[in-house]
């Protein structure tokens, strides 16, 4: 794996590495004076990154004249003789500050470098300053038949290279260049002044002092500073706005309110938006030619409200974030107390700052309808202070048609105001009942609109004076109550949250988070970034889960919509295994949501021809919404993975009450599917072979008997069958409602093991490796560096291609070695990992922590290190630029695995609890607890030994490395590696 996300730099000429603008502008300008045309420094700066001829034709349509082709030429070819009389006196003073220095650097980082440049005589410019060795090509004018913006110059370069596109980063300081590269589909960096470069997604002066790290790391100028209990924003930049809503977010599992800027912000790049987790919309998908089974529409989680807005006005002037004199921004997400903290002064028009703003926003862990805001003024000098604070309901929808969310009603109720919201098509309804309350004197307005409403206090301050806003709403919704009432009882809650007051619910969230943190937290010594990422990511998790059996969690948790709200298997095998092994009790209703959606699962097998229950690859309600079914409902492994997650919380809780009551109906459904899905093939000696299907990675499509899916789909038909006979002699009378009420039989249950016994395992006797499935070893090899990495390569290439391209999407094969590792020798596992990792580009966000698990279990340090360094950071560093649609869940519950299964070498099988512990290099120390079957154990592990602490339970025995430990209360065993 290259960890490094940029691999070449592509710089334009003018402007970039050497100011050759103003040779030219003289030259034009020269020319425009001889001919008496007119020539305003406007024009001039259009012209730059511009071809010759291009430019010709922008003066000309400028002073309105017409002029034919010779003339045009004759035009260009004097201006080019000017220019290159003057190129001549070019020198070192003409070099942009810090260029040939950050280049040199770059270059000695083994990053490749090529000029790319409209002129025609780049050239003639390098060798006059001596530089054109810094460039390992030189693409020019000469060579390409488009201008800018036009992607042709960078493509080209890129190729010359042979670096895919995603992975170069163009320096240029030209919106047409800009442009053009971000067309090119690479990353980009302004130089120049940033409102001179509006589309450029980072903008720097010049390269005096660029953190050359962070570029090649994560593709961008700055990396948020490592802090160990927060992550702290301080540049405002529209372009980010919509990263940090997502970093910024903060939920409870139920609601989810994106970390939005409280005024009016950037549209079109910020997103301001609750979710309430259940409440969606729908649009019907049209199909030209629709199949048996074709998904019916999609359902996309609604962005109900923005009720976090409020508006400020100092002394007449609205606040903006990018008004004139803003100081000291800064806003923080607190993992201790659970809150987002925000903090700025400000002049209004500049001078000397008038008042100094602090918010804090939150949403209640105990109190699950429940979010608040603080917005406080303090006045620095004298001023009149306006605050306009408002719910809106957002109008229209980035991929919905219409208005999504109807309001049926809006009022004012008890002191509140009370909101009761419809999808436009769509089951659930929302009452959002809203308290706004001002301390202070001054007038106050309450305005409603269709589909807002406002209350705004204006206070004359003096300085040292302060006015403050709170404000809080309780959310409910028709998921898990009757419309009757559900906007008074929206409206009770939120009065009693208002007479509670912010101070209150704000202590309440930061002892919940107090009480948790303790044996929740994973402690790194030696790498503050790392450990910043690893409690954001635990952070992120935890205030995910909702806790409710109608519910679960989707790939972006409540964070964004990228993925619509839709739950995937995301939650069963990544998102699940941090709370199975420290609090199984809020998996539970996770497994319950997969039972409250057993009758449209039975539904959905039979829509695609099978018996048995087939859950929907990716769900609100249940209902299928992928359209690409060959690598969604394809994807039948989901059912196994939902059986994992029911074995495991069994194991974990004893829970066998439940088991009898909602897992086995489960298991045994989807048993009966997969037995009915595969079938006995004379060809392959009578095994059972499960075909057309997609294992985990989704670039191989409709493949037979895919490794992963036959591994888990006989463990699971295995399971299955034993669990029934353990549900015969233990509940008889639940096993025989159940046999009754579904029709299962022992017949049945001899198929499940029949099946399971026969099942057909693809393994190559010669190559000593499993094949990932039938067809994947014929396929031919590519260049992988001619692949982009940590990017879905679906967005770039026909799927005809891709289904012959031998690249895996994600960890496949390779998780299978950590989920069904007992079953597998190391030298398999070796020549596994060495075959198929390198054949992937990581382009799923749930690969880099597998990746971590088994590099650390082969000894390979470094890299596992690296994986892990990927997976932690995913989001904060935004490896695939997305995140800005929302946080990756399953990477953060991948996280979790790596540090505890990967470096802690944690694993589960049946022959009992292991750890294997391997501190990564980077690390002094790493601490973590686990719970085991009610053993709470803390582990910490050092260079050269691990401490074992047994901190609930009598004893447990587990080995380490191998060996076996029996652990007491009230011991600290040391042992060595
Ligand atoms: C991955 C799937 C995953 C989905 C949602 C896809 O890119 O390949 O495995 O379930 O994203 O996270």
Redesign the pocket.
Known sequence: MNPLLIRAFLFDLDGVVVFTDRYHEMGWRALAEAEGWDFPPKLAHSLRGVSRTDSVDIILAHNGLQKTAEEKEEFAARKNAIYLDAIRNINGTDVVPGVLDFIKKARAAGIQTALCSASKNAMTVLEALGISNLFDTVVTGADIHRSKPDPEIFLLGASRLGIPPFHCMVFEDAVSGIEAALRAGMKCVGIGQAEQLPNAPEVLPDFVSVDLDSLLETGRLHRPEAEPWGITQTALRERRSSYWESIFALSNGIIGVRGSLEETAWPGHSYPATFVNGVFGRKPYEHLWKLPGFAEGLEMMLNVADWTRVDLEVDGVKFAPDATGIGGHRRRLDFEKGCLDREFEWAPGGGVAKVRVRTKRLVSMDRRHCAALAYEVEALADCEVKLTASTIIPAGHWHLPGDPVLVKEISEKDGCDALLLEPADGPHAVALAASTRFEGPGARKRTAEARSVSHEATVRLQAGQKCRLEKNVAILSTVDRSLDGLLGEAVKLAAIDAAAGFSVLAEELAAWWKAWWPFHDIRIEGNPADQQAIRFNLFQLRQSFPCHPKLSIG??FLTGDK?CG?V???TEM?ISPPALYSEPEIVRPLLDYRYHLLDKARARARAVGNRGALYS??TISGEECATVFE?STA?YHLVTAVAWAIRRYVEQTGDKAWLWSHGAEILFETARFLENLGGYVPLRDGKFCINAVCG???YACGVNNNCYTNVMAQWHLRYAAKIFDRMRGEAPEQFQALCARCGFSAEERDGWQKAGDAMYIPFREDLGIHAQDDGFLNLEPVDMNRIPMHT?IREKMHPLKLWRTQVC??ADTVLLLFVHGDQFTKEVKEADYNFYEPRTNH?????ACIHTIIAAELGRMEEAYQFFHLSACMDINDFKSNVAGGL????MGGTWMAVVNGFGGMRDYDRGLEFAPRLPKAWKECSFHIRWRGAGIAVTMMPDKTRYVLCDGDSVDFLHHGKPVHLSRGEHPEETL
């Open positions: 790939a972006n993925y839709h995937f298997w995301d990544y690859w990716n690598a994807e985990p990675d989704e879905d999407k994600q382009g799923s966000s749930l690969s990756h869940s399953a990477c």
